[in-house]
Structures are given as C-alpha cells and as structure tokens.
C-alpha cells in the first residue's frame, strides 16, 4: 500500500482517485478550489476512502507520491515543494505500468493527430474483432477504465507531453510519434525539454515492443538511434518507409514484399495531415499483426473525430467547419491546407508564446479574411496588417459566427482553428467548439 496525495480534481484526478482507493492504497486528495466548487467532485467520490486536505503542507507530509493532474506544470510552487520534501512526482499515465503491467497498452503521441489517430486505432482494433477503448488525454480518465477493463482488452491511450513528462517506468508494447513541432513552450520551458517528454513514449521499452514513428518529420528521423524497439517506419513523401504512399496508394513493405493496402482517395477525412495519421495507424497494425484488409475496410468508413475539420452544415453554399482542436500553429497550419476554396478563419485564444510566421506564411494565399478573438486577438492582427490580410476583433464567438457569416460568398468555407488554446474564453476546446457549432446551427 502506498500514500498517493492526489493534486488536481478534474476528469483525470477523479478517475485516479476511484482507482488508487479500489487498489486500498492510502489516498489524500487536494486542489485550490473551494468546497462549494467542489461538491460535484465530492458527490462523484462517494464511497470512497480518502482523506481531503484542506492544507497542502499537511498533504505533503503524509503522502509518499504526488499524483498532480496533467496540465500542472513541474514549475507549480506545489509540485517544487514536494520534490524538496523527496515526493515522487508523477502523472497517472506512470502508474499504468505499475498497477496494471499485464494490460495490453498501445500509446500515441505526438504535437497533431493524436486523437483522430488514437480513435482510428481503436476503430481498427474493433474491426478487428479485438475489444479496445481509447483513453487517456482524449478526455477519457485512464485508470479507471483500465481497472474496469477486461484483462483480454486493448487501451488505445492518447499521451499528452503533460502527462509523458512525468513518466519514469511507463512501458507500452506498442507506441507511435506521429510528429513533433513547437507546442507548449510555455509550459515546457523550451523546444529540448518538450521533445525530451514525448521520447519518453518509448524509453523503457524493448526488443520485444514497437515504435512506429513518421520519419517525414525531422525531429522524429533524428530520434531512430534511440528507440531501443523494432522500429515501423511510416513516410507519405519518399516511398522509403515500412508504410508508404507511391502514386496515390498506401503500401506496407516487410520482409522485401510489398502490399497494397488502399488508396489514398479513399480516406474519407480530409487533409494530408490525416494521411500521416492513417499511416501511422497502419503501421501499429502491422506491427500487431492484425488483418490488413480489415484495418483498411475501417479506414474508408472512418469519420472526423469532434473539434478536427468537423463539418458543422453548409449555408448558401457556404461550408462551416470545426476544428476548435487546432491549439497550436501547425495544427491550423494543417487545417487550412486540408482546403482549396477561400477560407474565412476564426482564430485567437490563449497566448502559448508561440513564432506565427509560418502560420500566416500559409495564410497569405489562403485566407480572404480573419475574425480574431481571445488574448492573441491584437497580435494575429498585427501580423495580418503586415501580410496584407483583412482582419476584424471581436468579443465574443456570437460575434465571430455572425461576421463570418457576413463576409461569405457562395463557395467559401468559414473554418473555426485558433491556433491558440482555449484558456481565457473557455475552459477547454471542446466547451469552445461546442460552442462555435451552437453559433452556426443558429445563424
């Protein structure tokens, strides 16, 4: 038995709690809001044996490990006083190897594609006539469903560099990078220690495990003398990878012998960002040597995930797409490329601190006219000013849905990606593409 103080009480928090209390650990439970704020939490938790602190020091004292939610970052004054006091910090997607070592664990990481890879992969495994769940970072709390799972079944977890900076023992038997690009820089204190957190996917794993990972990406190609397992090289642009394209169709290439898997027409999502991701999925099929055919006959069904070029509806010809999971440059980057009509771009958020240049580099010849909101509102529009874009600031997504809508002609396409995250309007990019196609559904 061991004293988990669990710090933060949000989706992960609880599911962690649920656990570490029905494995009869010792668990202490803190966060900074008050006890009316908390009342939901509490209601979830009954039944439960823990122990709430109200003072964190005290928490300190009695615990051995602080589990801290995710998206605390390592600087928190709470998190640097538990290392001084010799606490292990960790996240819960450490304690996945530790509590459950004989569950069967595929993990996905990467800057873009997570989630939409993480849902196919489960999809697959599906049509596969295998049992899976996707978890993790896709909103999904980890450890109790894993604890709740069937011994015999598959967890798909979508890693976050939050939860994978934490990691010390976490060892899947499957794993994949799908690409790499400055993203939270603010919390990672810079590009090396961001990049050191998502190597940790496949630290401790073996020659008995596999790594599939997207050598288009440089950062990722520089990574191969590292991974210590059988490697799946995925590759959509030289046709040198063990999953590739040539001419418009997929192959795999193992053992020298070279299989058609599907045509690249025939992924149903839209933009080449979501061919790496079915590469990427491919190749971790591969390597659990599941049916081909059947991962195939999954992928030409598969549908965009909730917030990823989601279509909203179309209005005088004019198409609505959600793509509120768009937090970070190269994932509007991506989104903006998936289209080749005019675009009317609903951008702005929290500010990570981020180079817009090559946000804009793409915009220039794409992006008729921008709708800013957020705290990055009066920094993209200064950008816009010197790209010669026309921009507009608003306050609200009311006012956002409602101008765009305006400034549209027939044949347009009106696309929420925000480059930024959603802190400071919402509390997360669901709340706030939620939000966007309440907005839409009622012009």
């Known amino acids: 038995m061991e004293k988990y103080l669990v710090y933060g009480l949000g989706i992960s928090g609880i599911s962690s709690v649920k656990t570490l209390c029905s494995l009869k650990n010792e668990v202490y439970i803190y966060d900074e809001k008050n006890e009316e704020d908390l009342k939901d939490v509490f209601k979830e938790l009954e039944g439960y044996n823990y122990t709430w602190i109200k003072d964190i020091d005290e928490g300190l004292e009695k615990a051995e490990v602080l589990l801290k939610s995710p998206g605390i970052p390592v600087h928190n004054p709470i998190v640097k006083k538990a290392l001084e006091k010799g606490l292990e910090v960790v996240s819960d997607l450490e304690l996945v190897t530790r509590l459950f070592p004989d569950r069967k664990i595929v993990a996905v990481t990467g800057t873009n594609g997570k989630t939409t890879t993480t849902t196919l992969m489960k999809e697959i495994l599906i049509g596969c006539g295998l049992k899976a769940k996707a978890i993790g970072n896709i909103g999904l709390g980890m450890l109790w469903e894993i ?26 038997q499957y794993s994949a990078i799908i690409n790499i690009s400055p993203d939270h820089l ?21 020659s008995s495990d596999f790594m599939v990972i997207n050598i288009d990406n440089p950062e990722l190609n520089e990574m191969l003398q590292e991974i210590p397992s059988r490697i799946i090289k995925t590759n959509a642009n030289e046709q040198s990878g063990d999953v590739f394209v040539e001419e418009g169709k997929i192959y795999s290439k193992l053992d020298g012998k070279k299989d058609f898997l599907l045509k690249v027409e025939d992924i ?6 979501n061919v790496e991701n079915v590469l990427i999925a491919l190749g971790l099929s591969l390597a659990m040597n599941l049916d081909m055919e059947k991962a195939g006959q999954t992928i030409r069904t598969f549908q965009a995930v909730e917030h990823r070029l989601e279509f909203v509806r179309e209005i005088k010809g004019v198409e609505y797409y959600n793509d509120s999971k768009g937090t970070n440059v190269d994932a509007s980057i991506k989104a903006i490329e998936a289209f080749h009509r005019p675009i009317i771009l609903l951008a702005g958020g929290y500010d990570k601190k981020a180079d817009l240049t090559p946000l804009f580099e793409v915009m220039k010849n794409r992006v008729k006219h921008l ?31 409602n101008r765009a809508h305006c400034l549209s002609d027939e044949g347009d396409i009106v696309l929420l990606s925000p480059a930024s995250a959603a802190w400071g309007m919402y509390d997360n990019f669901e709340i706030r593409g939620r939000d966007f196609k309440k907005k839409v559904r009622e012009l």
């Open 186 to 206: 603010d919390w990672h204190g810079n590009y090396e220690e961001y990049i050191k957190a998502k190597k940790n996917i496949f630290k401790n794993q073996n």
């Open 371 to 401: 709708v800013l909101f957020g705290a990055t509102r009066e920094l993209f529009a200064e950008y816009a000013a010197d790209y010669g874009i026309k921009a507009e600031l608003v306050e609200s997504m009311y006012e956002a849905v």
């Open 147 to 172: 604890y709740n799972g069937e011994k015999n079944e598959v967890f798909v977890i979508e890693c976050s560099s939050f939860q994978l900076a934490n990691t010390y023992k976490f060892h899947p």
């Open 268 to 273: 149903p999502i839209k933009g080449s960002h």
